[in-house]
């Protein structure tokens, strides 16, 4: 009797074949130089298509996304663990695989939106200005409005200020000129985290830098002052007991951290991802 009923089951997830799950149409949002997920499986997990296929429209036109050059070592099916599991992932994402994507069997298909998010960088418009002083080191600010985005190109350049049309150098990635090693990204953890380190400040790298994304750009003004950076701190008083007088306590009360240095604090608890010994600017 129980191996009627099982061979009755198979017949009919046979003729039934796979109906696909999910809503219809997804949407996606990926970002440029990550990865995503496209959802596609059958139902009943012990059915499989007898075909299926990826296909979209990307380019205008019908096309099969799995013979497509375009996204050659980019792609990862799942069915051959789980033949109901029809899902694809697309990695590396670039700005061109925008568009609508359809998951197709004998019998339907399911749609996928996706949308793929470039990198805009934060305040880049105007000049700003940048104090600090030889010896030094700074970290000009460059993000994008999303910290997970990766810039299809990053490059900062530098220019000494003269009359007329401004010279731009590039400094980073290619690391040439005055600068030579003292210049690197401040980190690497999140893509969208442009910002460039200096080291060791000196009287020419005073000028203007520039951050370029695709076409947005953020240019600073970088003045290097000579001597050292000046602290306040609050004189302490001396200590007036008579000598013949016990001692009230043997605890000793720092004195409350000046103007100055709780600024610098809240700027290190700001930049908490600085190298140590990097200066936080200081607009003008």
């Keep these: ?32 130089g990550g990865s995503v997920l496209f959802p596609c499986s059958c139902s009943d997990l012990h059915t499989k298509p007898q075909k299926f296929t990826w296909e979209t429209f990307r380019t205008g ?14 792609l990862q099916l799942f069915n051959n663990i789980s033949p109901a599991n029809l899902s694809l992932l697309i990695s590396d994402l670039r700005e061109e695989d925008e568009g609508s994507y359809w998951c197709r069997t004998e019998k339907e298909h399911r749609e996928v939106w996706l949308y793929v998010k470039g990198c805009e960088l934060v305040k880049k418009k105007g000049v700003e200005g940048v104090t600090v002083f030889t010896g ?35 400094i980073y990635p290619e690391q040439t000129g005055r600068h030579g090693n003292r210049v690197k990204l ?10 460039l380190l200096i080291s060791d400040l000196t009287e020419e790298d005073q000028g203007l830098y520039r951050c370029s994304v695709q076409a947005d750009r953020r240019v600073f003004r970088l003045s290097v002052k000579v001597g050292r950076r000046e602290t306040s701190t609050h004189s302490r008083k001396t200590d007036t007991t008579p000598p013949s007088e016990p001692p009230q306590s ?11 240095t709780t600024l610098e604090q809240d700027k290190q ?9 990097a200066k936080t600017f200081h607009q003008q």
Aim: with cysteine; aromatic share 6%; hydrophobic share 35%.
């Design 1 to 32: 009797m129980m191996k009627c009923l099982y061979l009755l089951s198979a017949v009919f997830h046979v003729a039934a074949g796979c109906a696909l799950s999910g809503d219809n149409p997804t949407e996606i949002t990926g970002h440029k």
């Design 61 to 74: 036109r019908l096309t099969e996304v799995l013979n497509d050059e375009h996204y050659r070592g980019r």
């Design 136 to 170: 030094e080191s700074v970290v000009l600010p460059c993000v994008c409005t999303d910290l997970q985005d990766k810039p299809k190109s990053l490059k900062w350049e530098f220019s000494i200020p003269a009359i007329g049309i401004d010279h731009f150098q590039e």
């Design 186 to 195: 401040v980190s690497n953890n999140a893509p969208g985290n442009l910002s």
């Design 250 to 260: 043997k605890t000793t009360i720092s004195p409350p951290a000046s103007s100055s």
């Design 269 to 277: 608890q700001t930049h908490s991802s600085l190298p140590l010994g």
